[in-house]
């Protein structure tokens, strides 16, 4: 390989370029296109599922993030508020996914591990 070609290469991988975190979908994980500010929380209801809701800290608006008939838990917001990691067992196996912070995005399995693994993934942070 020609040393500018490497160089160019190197320089890419270090500034990310061209690259995605694992399990991340080609143009990168599902992000809101704003900042979401509150409290993630869990709510396990009647039926034994568990889904994942906003509320503000004065109380207000309470909305649903992520309901599903799968057991969901552990929400945790990224530092900048566009993304929202929790764990849930929807492939079988406790996983951690992300999606974007306002429960519109695709859910990305990000572990991936197998079904029943010894090394269930819990609390993303």
Do not use: H
Request: net charge negative; aromatic share 8%.
């Amino acid at each position: 390989m020609k040393p500018a070609l490497l160089s160019t290469l190197l320089i890419g991988l270090l500034l990310g370029v061209g690259c995605s975190p694992r399990g991340a979908p080609p143009g990168g994980f599902p992000r809101s296109p704003v900042p979401v500010t509150g409290i993630a929380y869990v709510v396990e209801q009647v039926s034994g599922e568990r889904d994942i809701y906003l509320i503000q800290p004065d109380g207000t608006g309470r909305i649903p993030l992520i309901a599903s008939p799968e057991v969901d838990s552990d929400p945790a917001f990224s530092p900048d508020g566009t993304m929202l990691a929790f764990r849930s067992r929807r492939d079988g196996s406790s996983d951690i996914y992300i999606t974007a912070a306002d429960g519109t995005g695709e859910w990305v399995n990000v572990v991936n591990d197998p079904a029943d693994s010894f090394d269930d993934e819990f609390s993303p942070r």
